[in-house]
Structures are given as C-alpha cells and as structure tokens.
C-alpha cells in the first residue's frame, strides 16, 4: 500500500504491537492486514496453522509463513510468529507470553484465523460443530480474554474480530461456520461495553466475498457483475478497514460490526 510518512504519523501506530492470527498465505486477508500494520510502524506477531491449510483446496507452500515474517520486517519493524492451533485452549496464554518476550505488550488484537468446512445441516456431525467452535469462538474469546487482562490501561488498546455476512443473508452450505461468526458478532457488542473502561475498543469487519485465490472463475465472475464496483472485494480492501479502526483515528469507535462488502 506505500503510507506516506504523513499518514504513518496520522495513523499513531510506530512502535505499537500488533498480534494478528491466521496469517500464512501470501494472498490471504491475514498477510494484508499484517502488512499494513507493519507499513504504518507496527511491530507484528502472526500465527499460522499449517494442519489447517493442508486440508483446504488453496494449501499453502512450506516456507510461506515464515517468508511472510521476512517481508514483514523488511518495512524496518520487528516480527515473528509462531504455529499455533487455536483449538488448543492453553495457545492463547502462550501465544501473549511469546509476544511480550518478543516484543512487548500487545496494542493491537486482530482475531482473523477461523476454521471453515462447507457443511450442511444433513452432513453436519458433533466433532465439526465442536472444531468450529473450538477456533472460531473458544479460541477467539480466549485471545480477548489474554488481552484484556495483560492490558494496563493506556490509550489505543484495539481488538479487531473477522466475521462474515451470516447475519445478511443464508449460508446453508456453511452452517457451522455462520453459527460460530454469529457469536463472534455479538461478542464483539458486548465485549466493547466491558472494555470500554480500560481504553479498548472492539470491533469487527465484515469484508464480504474477498479473493484470497479460492474462487473459480466463474464464481468471481458471477459476484462481478452483481457487484455496484464491477467487481469482487481484495485482502487489500479489507486491511484499509481494519488498518484504520487500529489507528489513534478510531479511539471513538468501538461496538460496530463495520459490512466493508463494496455494496453487495
């Protein structure tokens, strides 16, 4: 994205800690997000699961997460990650100790791993309910809950969750997936209230069909031409949004789930 040193300064974000997860693709949401916090002055920490990737059609290269740390400190800021599987409950505990013995305290929660399998009501089973859960609500949740309690105080605290348009429109062929970015959405509204407090703002993005390179063709071309812009949203798009509502801009926002879906 190339900020300008102006809008670096404007943004407030040089030398502050961000904790980004599910950032293991090069074309993926979580490595844009990453990248522009980091372009804005950021020190950056992401996680990855490569288990997780194996399993879906996109996979992931060997190398592609630890390459994207070396990106990432190629805009003069520190970063590191870890693999880590948020399903596990003891994770976010570590994950904030290895952060803080990296790089200090964390400013900037952006909560965008998630685990999703194209499941209907009659193909749905416990073990995929629970899995679903486990990542995208439990782990979550916990992640927020480490935060909150390590965070002293001091302006600029930020939690920024990834959710989806379950609450637009039916998603019957994902059905675990819309039930657990359901809660994530209303633990967004709630969260916002109890951390108000304690300088944080919470709030969620919805950036609608984005192509991290798993649509077909013609899938991308159907979603064009419904969209008003001609066309479908990008990693990049989603970033701006959640690069601002990190930003000392967005101190008086907290609450919101913010549909960043380019009118569709």
């Not at 900020?3 to 949401?29: C, F, M, P, W």
């Not at 790089?103 to 791993?113: E, F, M, P, T």
């Not at 479908?232 to 960043?260: K, N, Y």
Request: aromatic share 8%; charged share 20%.
């Amino acid at each position: 994205m190339n900020y300008s040193a102006e809008i670096v300064k404007d943004y407030g974000l040089s030398n502050k800690v961000a904790l980004v997860t599910g950032v293991s693709r090069i074309q993926g949401i979580g490595f844009a997000i990453a990248r522009a916090l980091a372009e804005a002055g950021a020190n950056v920490f992401t996680t990855y699961y490569r288990p997780y990737d194996a399993l879906m059609p996109w996979g992931s290269r060997d190398q592609e997460a630890e390459e994207i740390i070396t990106m990432l400190q190629s805009y003069q800021v520190k970063a590191a990650g870890l693999e880590a599987n948020l399903a596990e409950s003891e994770i976010p505990k570590q994950l904030f100790e290895q952060v803080e013995n990296l790089l200090g305290s964390v400013d900037i929660l952006v909560n965008n791993a998630a685990y999703d399998e194209q499941v209907d009501i009659y193909s749905l089973s416990a073990d995929l309910l629970d899995t679903h859960y486990a990542v995208n609500v439990r782990g979550t949740t916990l992640l927020c809950q480490e935060f909150a309690q390590r965070h002293d105080g001091r302006l600029g605290g930020r939690i920024i969750n990834l959710t989806s348009g379950q609450s637009l429109a039916p998603m019957p062929e994902n059905l675990p997936y819309a039930i657990t970015k359901g809660a994530i959405e209303a633990l967004t509204i709630s969260l916002s209230a109890s951390l108000a407090e304690k300088n944080i703002t919470v709030n969620a993005v919805d950036p609608g069909a984005t192509d991290t390179d798993w649509m077909s063709a013609e899938f991308r071309n159907q979603l064009a031409i419904k969209s008003p812009f001609g066309r479908v949203g990008t990693p990049e798009d989603a970033a701006r949004v959640i690069l601002f509502l990190a930003s000392a801009q967005a101190q008086w926002i907290t609450g919101q789930i913010i549909r960043s879906r380019g009118g569709l």
